[in-house]
């Protein structure tokens, strides 16, 4: 059983845009936290996006804030990530992740996470 699983990464060039989609169970989507994050071989997972189900509240990552935006549709259990003006720097795996309960704090440990989709940017 899969409960999270991305789609809509790809090749594209700088200044170009994607949409990631993360569809997820009914289970998983009803989470207190969901998010966005990214891993380049060799480095850190990093919080890209992430949403607090409860508050509304959205935090972005310094290095995308103006650029991507999350938003979700509670009737496909879906969550996005919109990336526009996208950098070199951009191209990493891509995955969503859920925490269950809890505050939705920077570093905070997510329960579910899918299997990533890829995003390669060329300069």
């Known amino acids: 059983q899969v409960d999270l699983v991305e789609s809509g990464g790809g090749s594209v060039q700088a200044g170009g845009s994607l949409r990631l989609s993360c569809v997820a169970s009914e289970y998983i989507y009803s989470s207190r936290c969901l998010g966005w994050f990214r891993q380049v071989p060799g480095n850190e997972r990093e919080e890209v996006a992430a949403?607090?189900?409860?508050?509304?509240?959205?935090r972005y990552a310094d290095a995308v804030r103006g650029r991507f935006s999350i938003s979700q549709d509670t009737a496909k259990n879906s969550l996005y990530l919109q990336m526009n003006s996208l950098e070199f720097e951009d191209s990493a795996m891509y995955y969503c992740?859920?925490?269950?309960?809890?505050?939705?704090?920077?570093?905070?440990?997510?329960?579910?996470w899918g299997q990533g989709t890829q995003v390669t940017v060329s300069s």
């Open positions: 949403t607090d189900t409860a508050t509304t509240a959205v």
């Open positions: 992740a859920a925490r269950r309960s809890g505050a939705c704090y920077k570093g905070a440990r997510y329960d579910y």
